[in-house]
């Protein structure tokens, strides 16, 4: 699904490269955590999948197209941590911009009922007439997912998504995150610093250290994610202490 | 602030100036009453056309400043090489008051609407200019990355990100300028013309020492310089109710 072959991105004015030759796969449906230290790439990564980066080298496709994918407009969907909506338009504007975007390039009237549905499922419909700014942190991001998720995406990247938000709302998010994944079998890819919610979500964790990342990536299944009560387990916090080990070697 | 709280404000400095008439009790302080008279009576006859005149001038400069520098601001700003070109020159000319240019201006275009249209037009410009392209430049990069994840492309960021991101910014410098535009036109007005508000105000009523007229001649530039300010103010609650969210 994303297919991530010898990329090589150097960010301009620097010398040492941020990837090199790096590659990575991951297959249709699959539920990944990226986890590293702030400043190790893991934004410049999902930058580079989106299409808003260009590698220098490499070949990098999503869904067997190359990236940044022409063809299918805002298939790939991007959830960042914060200031994503806009804040000058309301809640149920921002949830259907993907659909206001298609249709100002005239590519067909977009689905409103998927507006409708999602603002509904995340609990928003009550505050659609809202502004971001008048949202807690929490339904900020669930409108954010929302709107990612209105344009029907093949990939979902979220970029430390729930890292400013308070642990209950955070949790309870994870947990949104998980289901809806579940229901939907979208590829997504998680990006955060959080070992705890690294290993929650993902069913496959991608390790960045320091940079340059080169391949082969570090990877470490984690077969246990993918339900709620994996949290009070055992596994869980052993499966941590393998991660917090990992990272202090990189 | 409520329009009850302006209301009164406006009351008050009536009053004080009834006051002050009183005391002084000079022609050359006529009464607020006495003015409001020379003024409904003056309105029909000249005032009218003259406020006319310039109501037109300087609402034209407006438009075409915003209608010109927001494209140029929102261009500067996508393209950094057009920017560390322009920015120097911007900067060098931004403190000249374009107002001492009125001789040149006039030498070019004419006495008419046009040279009173293009100074004020010019002071407004860059103003306008420079803001919207600080204000572009402010967006941030999370924001643009997002929207184009959504399938946006330059047109469509323009659309849906740089232009309402920019709008406040236009209205605040064009609330910002009506006091400097009214100046500036008041100015041009006085110099080589037969028709608006400053030519009214200086050469008519008050080289014929008609202080009652004068009087509503400056009542009458306070208040076009008072209702643009109210326009702006309504344009922005039309157009960003988000700022007024509470």
Redesign the interface.
């Known amino acids: 699904m994303i297919d991530i072959r010898e990329i090589t991105f150097t960010y301009p004015g620097q010398t040492t490269p941020l990837f090199d030759a790096f590659t990575w796969r991951v297959a249709r449906g699959e539920f990944w955590s990226v986890l590293g230290a702030s400043g190790c790439g893991k934004s410049t990564l999902l930058?580079l999948i989106?299409?808003?980066r260009a590698a220098n080298r490499g070949a990098l496709t999503v869904n067997a197209e190359s990236v940044p994918r022409k063809k299918n407009?805002?298939k790939?969907?991007?959830?960042?941590?914060?200031?994503?909506l806009?804040?000058?338009?309301?809640v149920r504007e921002n949830v259907e911009?993907?659909l206001?975007?298609?249709e100002?390039?005239g590519q067909g009237d977009g689905n409103r009922a998927a507006v409708e549905f999602w603002l509904e499922r995340f609990g928003l419909a009550a505050h659609a007439k809202?502004?971001p700014?008048?949202l807690s942190g929490g339904q900020r991001q669930r409108a954010?997912i929302a709107?990612?998720l209105v344009?029907e995406p093949d990939v979902l990247?979220m970029d430390e998504p729930f890292s400013a938000l308070d642990a209950p709302t955070r949790e309870d998010l994870e947990m949104l995150t998980l289901n809806l994944q579940a229901e939907t079998q979208t590829t997504t890819v998680f990006v955060t610093h959080s070992i705890e919610e690294a290993v929650f979500l993902g069913r496959k964790i991608l390790i960045l250290g320091s940079p340059p990342h080169r391949s082969p990536a570090r990877v470490v299944d984690n077969p246990g994610a993918g339900r709620g009560e994996y949290r009070n387990e055992p596994a869980f916090a052993a499966q941590a202490r393998v991660l917090r080990e990992l990272l202090k070697r990189e | 602030m409520r329009n009850r709280d302006i209301l009164l404000a406006a009351l008050a400095i009536l009053v004080v100036w009834e006051i002050a008439a009183l005391i002084l009790h000079r022609e050359i302080l006529p009464a607020p009453t006495v003015v409001l008279g020379a003024l409904v009576t003056q309105l029909p006859r000249s005032l009218g056309a003259h406020f006319a005149v310039s109501a037109w001038r300087v609402i034209a400069s407006i438009a075409l400043a915003i209608l010109l520098a927001t494209p140029a601001g929102l261009a500067l700003a996508q393209y950094p090489r057009a920017n560390r070109f322009f920015a120097p020159v911007i900067y060098l000319t931004y403190p000249i008051p374009k107002i001492v240019f009125l001789p040149i201006v006039i030498l070019f275009l004419g006495i008419g609407d046009a040279s009173k249209i293009f100074v004020i037009f010019l002071i407004l410009f860059f103003q306008i200019l420079v803001i919207v392209r600080d204000q572009a430049l402010a967006i941030?990069a999370?924001?643009?990355?997002?929207?184009?994840?959504?399938?946006?492309?330059r047109?469509?960021l323009l659309?849906?990100?740089y232009l309402?991101?920019t709008?406040p910014a236009v209205l605040t410098s064009i609330r910002l300028s009506i006091g400097t535009a009214v100046a500036v036109l008041f100015f041009a007005e006085t110099f080589a013309t037969t028709s608006g508000l400053g030519y009214y105000v200086v050469t008519d009523t008050f080289q014929r020492i008609a202080f009652p007229e004068m009087y509503a001649g400056i009542v009458a530039m306070s208040v076009l310089g008072l209702l643009l300010y109210f326009v702006v103010d309504f344009l922005e609650r039309k157009l960003?109710p988000?700022l007024f969210?509470?």
Not at chain 1, 76 to 84: A, C, I, R, S
Not at chain 1, 86 to 90: E, F, G, R, V
Not at chain 2, 142 to 153: D, H, K, T
């Open positions: 930058h989106v299409g808003v407009r805002g790939t969907g991007l959830v960042l941590q914060d200031y994503g806009l804040p000058w338009a309301t911009l993907g206001r975007i298609r100002f390039y809202k502004y700014a008048q954010a709107r990612t344009i990247l | 941030r999370e924001l643009i990355y997002s929207v184009r994840s959504l399938g946006a492309g047109r469509a659309r849906f990100v309402p991101a709008l960003c988000y969210a509470k």
